[in-house]
Every structure is written in C-alpha cells, then in structure tokens.
C-alpha cells in the first residue's frame, strides 16, 4: 500500500511481480493447476465414454429398424451410396446392427465400471437403449423377415398373430428391463447370471436366425442354378423356409423367458475369467474356428442354445432331483 508522500511507481510492482512468477516455488505450483486441470478434463472425458456407447447402442438399434424398412420397400429410390451398400445386403444388414448395439451395449458397462462412475442416469439410459435395439428392432426384423419370405397363400390371422407375438416380445422386453433396472446390484461381483434371459442374449437368437435365413436363401439360390446340385440347394431351401416359420414362435418364446424366473449364466463373467482347463479352451477353439468357417450359421445356432439353456437346465434338474435313489 501506498505510503503518504511516497511516489507510485508501478515498475518496481511489475518487477516484482515478475520475480515471483519465475520463482521456483511458483513454478511448480503453476504446473501443479495445470496438470491437476488436465486431469480434470481427462476424467470429464472418460465418464461420458459410457453415455456415448449407451447412445451408440440406441443408434444402431434405430438404424437397424430403419434398414430393415429400406429392404422391404419394393423399389428403393435412393442415390446415396451408403444407403446403397446397406440394403444390397438385404435383412442381414439389419441383424449386424444389433450385433453391433451388442457390443456398444457390452463396452458401456465396462467402461463405467473402469471409471469407476456407474451413475442411476446410466442405468436408466442404458435401458431405454437396450429397449430400442434389443425390443423394437429384433420385433421389426422377424415381422419383415416373415412378410418377405413366408409363404403368401396364409391366411389373415396367421399374420395378425405374427404381429402379435412380435408385440408380446417388445412388451416382454420392456417389463425385463424394467425389472432389472430396480433389483440390479453395480460390481462384477453381482453379474455371474441374470434372472430370466437378458434381452441382448434374446435379440441375438431372433437376430442369428434372421441372419442364418439370409445366408441359407442365399446358398441355396446358387446351388439350385448348378443341376448337379439340385438335391442339396432343395436340402437348404427347406431349412431356410424352415427358419421362417419357426421365426415367429422363437420370437415369442425369448420374449417370454426374458420375464421369466430362470436362471442364466454370464458367459464372459463365469466362463471366460480365471484359469481355465485345457478342455475348455479347446472349446473356445473350435467355436472361433466355426465362426471362420460360416458364422452365420454358428451364431445361429449358438444363439438358439443360449434361449433355450435355462428351459433345458430346469428340466434336467428337476429329472434328476426326482430320479431315485440307485440301490447298491
């Protein structure tokens, strides 16, 4: 402060002001601010990772319905080439879709949790995602899927009901992850096996059989033009009508297991972690090398299994709990 009678001279404050900035001391305190307001920005950065896979889910999701409506349109007229490449690939396209809201759905989980910043706005926001790509959009591909290839001398009613187990399937999936958001625990530690099917391990069977469909249409339509294969390409046209028809009531029992009491595993939690024997990574093995060899079909049918292991194992347990006892 200025003293009576004392000149101002604001050089000798500069100078001195200077002095301090460049003082050891004030260095290193200066670095300090700003590597703690990088590190600020880093980790604002990394908790919205989880919100952008969740909305990457929900996208994929949309356009999974939005894809599967452009290939049932008799005539696309679209001139944008991205547009183009995605419907040359017909209700295929679709289903990697929700392969790929899988993985988004998969990375935003672990991506919290590595964060260390699981939120209640995350789990509400990942549930609306999963409602679009695991309800909406496997009810709208099996729908189209059917329209577009089951048999069209079938009656009204058989088409009503289509639709109406596609509804009851959306309906399931909305109530499961109603019911998951209000009894899910946060850790690893909780998610060793889900109470009913997951509605991404649901979608993923409608998904793999729309997509098996669509790779068994297809070889059969080139086996049927060699003469020398006539027999085998009417052996895979059988089976893809076959997918067709059973399309429907799969969709309708998976909507039904998710709401169900059953017990399912976490494949990645409970079977993947840890040590492992020798048995079951030539297991893994000879799954990867199946998915080289035709995945189509191998998510197909993985898929299926995966359904249908909670109905299987209940049955079983309770054969054997009833079975008598073997006298010796």
């Known amino acids: 402060m200025k003293k009576p009678g004392e000149a101002y001279e604001p050089h000798l404050k500069l100078a001195s002001e200077d002095r301090l900035r460049h003082h050891p001391a004030e260095r290193r305190r200066r670095r300090l601010r700003l590597r703690r307001r990088g590190r600020r920005a880093y980790i604002r950065s990394v908790y919205s990772l989880p919100s952008l896979c969740t909305l990457g889910n929900a996208v994929c999701g949309f356009a999974s319905i939005y894809v599967a409506f452009l290939v049932s349109l008799p005539t696309t007229h679209s001139t944008d080439p991205i547009t183009l490449a995605w419907t040359s690939h017909g209700l295929a396209a679709a289903s ?40 909406a959009a496997p009810a709208v591909l099996m729908l189209l899927l059917f329209r577009q290839f089951a048999p069209q001398d079938l009656p009204n009613i058989v088409h009503r009901a289509v639709w109406a ?13 109603a019911r998951f958001n209000v009894s899910n625990k946060h850790g690893e530690q909780h998610h060793f096996s889900f109470l009913g099917l997951p509605s991404p391990g649901a979608a993923a069977a409608v998904a793999a059989v729309a997509l098996m469909q669509q790779e068994l249409s297809a070889r059969a339509n080139q086996l049927l033009i ?19 028809i059973l399309l429907p009531g799969l969709t309708l029992c998976c909507g039904l297991l998710m709401i169900s009491h059953l017990r ?20 893994v093995l000879a799954l ?18 995966y359904a249908l292991w909670g109905p299987i194992s209940y049955a079983y347990f309770r054969l054997r709990r009833k079975a008598p006892p073997v006298a010796h």
């Open 96 to 135: 990697y879709l929700i392969f790929l809201a899988m993985f988004f759905d998969a990375m935003d989980g672990r991506l919290a949790r590595f964060a260390r910043h699981t939120t209640d706005f995350g789990g509400q926001l990942d549930s609306l995602a999963d409602v679009v790509s695991f309800g």
């Open 165 to 177: 187990f596609g509804a009851m399937y959306l309906s399931c999936a909305a109530v499961r992850l």
């Open 226 to 244: 060699d003469p020398n294969y006539q027999f085998w390409g009417n052996v895979v046209w059988s089976i893809s009508e076959a997918c067709v």
């Open 264 to 283: 399912y595993p976490h494949i990645v939690n409970r079977y993947l972690r840890g040590k492992h024997s020798i048995g079951r990574l030539l297991a």
């Open 288 to 305: 990867l090398l199946l998915l080289v060899v035709s995945h189509q079909v191998t998510l197909g049918v993985a898929a299926v299994a």
